[in-house]
């Protein structure tokens, strides 16, 4: 089994509505250990992190807060991703940054 820390994702919510950032693989387990927030839009913005168990269909909230206009947000935890989860992303404006960061166990599922 590897163990590596290492970011999980990293995007630029550039849509509205709910988009998946990452998906952990197969032969994987991940420890979602950090959450980095950036509003670059030009408003305050909503941000909704959601973890999601797509077989049955599970959205849990991880993380929600409106983030004020150039502002960063983190979170801070400890939560065990299995092969097939979803962390996702709602955004109500544009120009938000999301960081995700953890342990990625490879060969552990």
């Keep these: 089994m590897s163990v590596r820390t290492a970011r999980l994702a990293a995007v630029e919510v550039n849509t509205l509505g709910t988009i998946t950032i990452a998906t952990v693989p197969a032969g994987e387990t991940w420890i979602l250990k950090s959450l980095l927030v ?19 269909a599970v959205p849990v909230r991880l993380y929600s ?8 947000r983190t979170w801070e935890g400890w939560l065990v991703l299995q092969p097939g989860d979803e ?20 060969g552990l599922a």
């Design 38 to 56: 950036n509003n670059q839009s030009g408003v305050a913005s909503t941000v909704i992190v959601l973890v999601n168990r797509p077989t049955p």
């Design 65 to 72: 807060e409106s983030v004020a206009q150039g502002a960063t």
């Design 87 to 106: 962390v996702k992303v709602n955004a109500s404006a544009v120009s938000v940054f999301v960081w995700a960061s953890g342990t990625r166990l490879i």
